[in-house]
């Protein structure tokens, strides 16, 4: 039900599919001019889906194509209207969440986050896989949050990389793709198949 009310939010606020929703704030929370191929990864498309869906993106004024870092490649960012359109998207998939939690107590609301802590670092996979499970995340949770993200310093365990807030960069993520620089403790029932809205 909560994948659900995400993907209706999201898509009356520019974000359908879901795709477009998650390309949106990754650029806006992780991802700086990544690749198209990165984020074909972090999306987990084809590199022809990754190109379509950003000529639909850049058509919409969201997006802007630029050079890559080694000249071969092309580099993808948020426009002004892309960030605008990716905090709209944000804020949607945050008061579904919020709404989903209105029932708990704070001490069940505790509860609820330390036994997602554990089931989302459970869900982490191994290196090189796509469809990357912060792709929605406002990283911005998890530098907030005392620990920080259950992910991210699960990542740093497990396979001896950033994963939190102080991360360098989103490409220090490609062997673990469940955190790329951080990613907030809502945001990791991909790796279960359900998709980011499932969390």
Not at 135 to 157: F, H, S
Not at 169 to 193: D, E, K, L, M, Y
């Amino acid at each position: 039900m909560v994948a659900d009310r995400m993907a209706d939010v999201m898509a009356e606020v520019g974000g359908r599919p879901e795709s477009a929703a998650a390309t949106l704030s990754a650029l806006l929370y992780f991802l700086d001019r990544p690749t198209v191929d990165l984020l074909r990864q972090v999306l987990g498309l084809t590199s022809s889906g990754t190109v379509r869906l950003v000529d639909r993106l850049a058509e919409l004024g969201y997006v802007q194509r630029g050079p890559g870092d080694d000249g071969r490649s092309t580099s993808v960012s948020l426009t002004e209207a892309g960030r605008t359109a990716a905090q709209r998207v944000a804020a949607a998939r945050t008061g579904v969440l919020l709404g989903a939690l209105d029932g708990l107590s704070p001490a069940e609301r505790e509860t609820l986050r330390q036994l997602m802590s554990k089931m989302l670092a459970g869900l982490i996979r191994g290196p090189g896989v796509v469809r990357w499970m912060c792709r929605l995340c406002d990283t911005g949770v998890c530098r907030g949050t005392e620990g920080g993200c259950p992910v991210g310093n699960a990542v740093r365990a497990r396979y001896g990389v950033h994963g939190g807030a102080d991360a360098a960069s989103p490409t220090a993520h490609g062997p673990a793709p469940a955190a790329p620089t951080s990613a907030a403790p809502n945001a990791a029932a991909p790796a279960a198949g359900a998709g980011p809205s499932a969390s």
